[in-house]
Structures are given as structure tokens and as C-alpha cells.
């Protein structure tokens, strides 16, 4: 069956695309346009109306196709094509116009669309620019500053605001979109309009230090990234130079972003996130998962309340317990304020907030949790206080009820053991702040349902957060890798490096924040506290010396105004504070360490190859099923630049051998405590082998 159809009516040509399940620009979807378009034009109609089957127009190019060489007609040869026209070509448009797809929408001479269309040029979360004359021809409808935001944000429009834009000619609001497409192709051939080409419109002209100051105002939140340069130049270009040479110049900066490091990372993401969130090899999906409506929070602190918001805005019934009455109100008015920010910036309506409200309960009392469906614990990071906690829950609470623990390290089977139900047992590890971050990882213990595994993951979906399916073992797979990363950083301090100097490297490098600045914004003692908890730290007097130095003298970070930095009241802008600097250097003397320069490529390599090592390790113990579960983690979890992929794909591009050959240095010079090469790093490297390469476990 053809995925492009032509059919006749009254004089019309009716072009149908229909490639499910999202109508991808494919090449056979190319090519059949273009001969679409000469049988209509062989037929004699007066006017074309493209239109997709299914739930959306065009939703873009085939990503599959990506990295390949393409095959004729290319895009923006199929869009010269429909320019060329000589009858009104109208684009209909329903479900979600991107990418390719709007630029095949914005080649054709008119628009129409159903009022909950949406249209957008997403390209830039995959490293990314509008390639088949996008930057060129968005900016003659709305504009350069607004084809820019639409462009560098990636972020669509509904149709209603794009027509108010002018993206889009005509609204379908009457309920049947072909109907009025077509009716909306007679009224242009009746009027005698000929074909609109977009491109013969000019850009409205901009004030000369116009596209240096947008420059300015996206360069905190494009740090790093190539692409949004990229489309910043052809919108420059679309005022300063002909059409056809803009056009060949976009397509230059396009090519050049496919080929780039950084859209293959992007891409990379793209895949492994949808991946990710599906169960893993060897979970059974064939039984029927509970079902959730009604959950129960234990603890209202921040963290507890952060996953309660999170739920009541999923729709859920919601009760929230402590054990005081301040503790609880300290809860509903976090709540409440959360819903009240919400509000004030219009993300959330005063309605919806006041049902969520209205969905929220608290309580003292264990009974009232008996009949939630799903508990989530999240009460301090204590193994005696959790088993405490779920011995209390296994009580008053329903066989079928699911128990989760939100610890974000301790051991899920040995909290699931103060129970007399280990199958309905598993972690969901949110991550701070719970109602912003995206990232859950759910903790399959030695005993949990599979049943239960695919509840949390239909949970996480719900909630819009990204679940990552992982074992357990000390920290998981994100707060074991830190370890590493932060053992290194902490070590280079006392070999001779200043805070500033390893955080400055490290986000230079593309890290959202450096560690010790991480650090002091979480709180010193939190993981003075874990580690406390654990009964396996390295035997090394060096291990964390100045955290725990620091959390022993008060300082906790900004939370007391100091930690590894200071800051000044009201602020949380760290200060290099020469008072700890002394310190390392006092503490690195009684450790007997000569201090030396560091340079940053060493700090880089050491922390993100620690981080690396560590990853090899989980892989081998299958705590994690994919590679690429390790950098959704790590991306969407610890302020991991997205552009570079994860960890893991670090290493792939470039190049496990090259990592592998670097971490024998590293263990050659600092010893094998720390820098042992794990076994399937080894086995890759000879090889020539990648991650990616690497079967799911299962």
C-alpha cells in the first residue's frame, strides 16, 4: 500500500499521507508528494489540499534515517516542488505539525488547522536546525525574534496562537478539517488568489544590535550548545541576504550539526529516554498491574511533600502523614505554596489548584493510610527509622497495597524485610526537588513483583517524570556513581586544587553545577550522614576528609551560610573562603600529601572517568540493564550536559579504548584502590567495542 494517495473531488486534488504511526517525513513519503503532485497537476485540478490520515499532520523528519545517507527527493527539493505548483496548495493540519513537518506545512501556499493543532521546530533538542528552509521562511510570517524563540526554546504553539502569528491562514473550527480545507481551496480558487510563496515575503528589518543582544539574552540557557549559534546566523542571514543563498547556507549549518558530536549525544538521548522507560528484559508485562488511585506519603518535609504536589497534580487522592502537627502543617503549606507559585505563573489554573487542594489530606494516624493503594515513604535517611516505618505500614495496610521506599542508597530488600510482603516492596529514589526534577529511579529489590515493577513505571509516566528501571545495591545506579565523582574531586583537593578551580573546570566542561557547590546546596551533612550508614568505606583516611572535616566544624553549606564556600546572607552565590583553602592545606600536610598544580583536563578526566569506571562495574553486576539507562540518569538526575550524552556515551564517542588506556595511567599512578579497570571495560577496549554495543540485560 502507498503511503502518499491522490484522490479527485469536484476539481480538487485531495493528497493524503498516511505513514503511521506519526506520518514521518520518510523517503517514500518524499517521493510520493512529488509524484502526487504531478498526477494532480496532470489531471488538471484547480487546487490541492495535503493532508495526513491518523492522529497528526507530518510530526516530523524519519529520525531513523538520520546518520545515513539520504536519499533523493530531500526535503527541501520536495518543498521547491510544491512551490513550484501552479495550483493553491493548502496544508491541513491536525494533532502536531513539527519539525519537517511545519517546514512542509510552511512550503505549502496556505494553512489551515483545527484549533488544538500544535506546531513547532523542535530540531534544537536533537542538536539540531530546521534544515529544509525553516529559519528562512518562519521568520517573513512572525518575525525574527519571534522565529527565533520558537526555534531556540523548541518549545510548539497551539493553532489558535499561531494564527494570530500568522503560521496559520484559517481555522477549522466547524469539526471536520477536510471538509473546510477543501471548502477553504475553493473559496482561494473563487477569489482568483494565485499561490503565496512565503519565500518571495520579506523580514520585517530589526534594530542593528538586535541579534547581539538576543545573543546575550540565551547565552545562560544555550551554555555549551552548538545549534542555537547555528539558527541565530540563518535568521540573521533571512534579513541580509537572498533567499537561495540563505537557504544554502542553512543547509550547510545543518549538515554541519548532524555531523557534530553533540546531535549524535542528543539523539543518542532521544532513543535511550524512550527505551528507558519501558520494563526491562526479563520483567513479565502479561499480568494485569495494580491499579493506583489513592497514594500515601509518610513524611512532610521537603522531600514528602514535593512527591505528594507531584501526585495530587497527576490527579491522584493523596494523604500525606507525620508524627506531629507541625510537621504536617509545615507540609499542607509547602503544598499550598507550591500550588500558589504554580498559579501566579500561569502554569497551573486556580481551579485545578483548588481540586488538588481538595484532594489533599493530612494525618498522624497510620489508619489513615490503610487504604491507600501505594505508600511512599520519604522520613530521614535512616535504615533503623524506614524498617521502623514499613513493619508500622505491613500492619495497617492491605495485602495489595505496594510499599515504597524513596531512599536514595540504603538497601530496598532489607527495609522490604521488616515486611511480610517483599513482593509488593520497591524503591522510587524522586529526586530533590521531587515536583521539578524528572528522574525517578525505581529499585527492583531480589524479591519485588514484576507486577509491582510496571505499576511504578505507569506511575512515573503519570507523574511526567522519566523511570528508570534499576537494582539494588548501595546508592543505585546514580547516587553509587557520585561517589566516585565526588571521591575524586574531593582527593584533587588535597593534591593541590582549589573548590573553585574543580568546579569551574567541571561546568566549563558542560556540568550543570560543580560538585562542591552541589554540595553545599544539598547540605554537608546529608551525605556525612550516609556515610555514617555504610559499613563499606574504603579503608583511606583520604576518603571525603574535608566534607567530613567541614560538616565536624558546622559548616553544612548554605544552609549555615558556610560550607566548602561562603556566603554572604540572602545569597546563594559561593565565595571562595580562604579559611577553608588553609584548612585543605593543613589537612593534606597532616596526610603527608605533596600538593602540586593540577590542570584542568586532569580534573575533567578524573571525575567523569571515575564516573565511567563506576558505570562499567554496574553494567557488569547488571544493577543496570542498558547503558543507556546509566546516562538518563545521569542526565536527567545530576546536571549531566545532555549534549554529551551520559557518561556512557561519553565514552563511546570518545572512544572506550582511549578511556580505558587512560584509567590503567590513573591506576598506575594513584594505585588500584580506586582505579582498577573493571572487566568489561577491559573486554570492550581490546576490542574496539562499545557500550551501545552491549545486549540488555536481562
Partial sequence: MSVVSVETRDNLAIVTIDNPPVNALSQAVRA????????????????????????????????????????????????????????????????????????????????????????????????????????????????????????????????????????????????????????????????????????????????????????????????????????????????????????????????????????????????????????????????????????????AGTMGSGIAYSCLGAGFEVTVLDNDDAGLARGRKTIEGLYKGGVARGKVSREKAEDGIGRLTVSQDYAAVAEADLVIEAVFESMAVKREVFARLDRVCGPDTILATNTSTLDVDRIASATDRRGKVIGTHFFSPAHIMRLVEIVRGAETEDSVIVAGLALSKRLRKVGVVVGNCFGFVGNRMLYGYGRESQLLLLEGAAPEQIDGALQDWGMAMGPHAVGDLAGLDVGYSVRRERTDLPDDPRFYRMADVLVEAGRLGQKSGKGMYMYESGSRAPIPDPEVAAWIAREAEALGIERRAVGEQEIVERCIYALIVEGARILEEGIASRSGDIDVVWVNGYGFPRYRGGPMHYADTIGVDKVCARVREFRDRFGPMYWEVPELLEDLGRHGAKFADLKPAG
Avoid at 89 to 108: D, I, N, R, S
Avoid at 172 to 197: C, K, M, Q, W, Y
Avoid at 260 to 288: I, W, Y
Fill in 32 to 299: 510520493g508528494i512529488v509524484s502526487a503532485l504531478d498526477e494532480a497537476e496532470s489531471a488538471g485540478v484547480e487546487a490541492v489540499v495535503l493532508r495526513c490520515a491518523g492522529r497528526t499532520f507530518v510530526a516530523g523528519a524519519d529520525i531513523s534515517e538520520f546518520g545515513k545517507p539520504l536519499k533523493p527527493p530531500w526535503l527541501p527539493e520536495v518543498i521547491a516542488r510544491i512551490e513550484a505548483c501552479g495550483r493553491p496548495v493548502v496544508a491541513a493540519l491536525h494533532g502536531t505539525t513539527l519539525g519537517g513537518g511545519l517546514e512542509l506545512a510552511l512550503g505549502c501556499h496556505y494553512r489551515i488547522a483545527v484549533p488544538a493543532a500544535r506546531v513547532g521546530f523542535p530540531e534544537v533538542h536533537l542538536g539540531l536546525i530546521p534544515g529544509a528552509g525553516g529559519t528562512q521562511r518562519l521568520p517573513r510570517l512572525v518575525g525574527a525574534e519571534r522565529a527565533l524563540d520558537m526555534m531556540i526554546s523548541g518549545k510548539p504553539v497551539n493553532a489558535v496562537e499561531a494564527a494570530g502569528m500568522g503560521i496559520v491562514d484559517r481555522l477549522a473550527e466547524g469539526g471536520n478539517l477536510l471538509d473546510e480545507a477543501t471548502t477553504f481551496a475553493r473559496d482561494l480558487v473563487a477569489s482568483g488568489e494565485p499561490p503565496r510563496l512565503i519565500r518571495d515575503l520579506s523580514v520585517e528589518p530589526v534594530d542593528p544590535e538586535f541579534f547581539t543582544e538576543y545573543r546575550k539574552r540565551i547565552g545562560r540557557r544555550t551554555r555549551g550548545l552548538m545549534s542555537p549559534e547555528r539558527i541565530v546566523r540563518c535568521v540573521e542571514a533571512s534579513l541580509h541576504v537572498p533567499i537561495d543563498q540563505a537557504l544554502k547556507e542553512e543547509r550547510e549549518h545543518f549538515f554541519e550539526c548532524m555531523a557534530s558530536p553533540q546531535s549524535s549525544a542528543l539523539r543518542h538521548l532521544f532513543f535511550a529516554e524512550r527505551q528507558a522507560v519501558k520494563p526491562p528484559p526479563g520483567v513479565s508485562t502479561g499480568g494485569e498491574a495494580p491499579e493506583i488511585r489513592r497514594i500515601a506519603v509518610i513524611g
